[in-house]
């Protein structure tokens, strides 16, 4: 077998020699090289990290006003998946919120073979949610959005989009009341320009 240095008796060896060197240096030696050790390490090590001063903490860039619309046949995959993108926000501390739109149904005719006499009608409804953020860092965004392409499940589709006002508006479920009462006040401004119209033939 060959030899087997212990750690302990190698540093003591290396201690003895580091004394013994400075032992025989001279005094303006050894300043040159504490100097040197000085310029080189920010600590009292030799082999310190050198930062010069002044530095700042780096800034990124940041989006703001951004919305990923997702869309789907599937409304449980869809809720589902957006539960998950919410979790995945929250461990990355994001501020996102989920934004649920009222789906859009659209409606699908066949037609029998060489005849305009429909055959079969469909009604599907393609269900939407938006991931919403103020303000996100571009660095984490980047990392979200490649979270969301690798999960993204069948049948889901996504894209980009910044705020908009008519997507905002549809958002909302018109009030059968409102519309009635705005429908009356309609009628009423209308009757009211008839009787003016009348009283200047007079």
């Not at 660095?139 to 979270?147: A, C, E, G, R, S």
């Amino acid at each position: 077998m060959g030899h087997v240095i212990k750690f302990s008796e190698l540093a003591k060896a290396l201690r003895t020699a580091s004394a013994e060197f400075n032992r025989r240096l001279c005094k303006q030696c050894q300043n040159n090289i504490t100097q040197q050790r000085r310029w080189f390490s920010t600590g009292p090590k030799l082999f310190g990290v050198w930062e010069p001063d002044g530095l700042d903490e780096p800034k990124f860039g940041k989006y703001t006003k951004i919305d990923i619309r997702m869309n789907g046949y599937d409304y449980v995959v869809l809720e589902s998946f957006s539960k998950f993108m919410k979790s995945v926000s929250t461990t990355m501390d994001l501020d996102m919120k989920v934004v649920a739109i009222p789906p859009r149904t659209s409606s699908i005719k066949t037609f029998f073979e060489n005849s305009t006499k429909v055959k079969e009608n469909f009604s599907l409804k393609r269900y939407e949610r938006k991931l919403r953020f103020d303000t996100i860092l571009c660095t984490k965004f980047t990392i979200f959005l490649d979270v969301l392409r690798h999960n993204l499940p069948a049948g889901v589709d996504f894209e980009l989009k910044s705020f908009s006002k008519e997507e905002e508006e549809f958002r909302f479920i018109p009030s059968e009341e409102k519309l009635s009462l705005l429908a009356r006040l309609a009628s009423l401004e209308k009757e009211k320009l008839e009787r003016e119209r009348r009283k200047d033939k007079f």
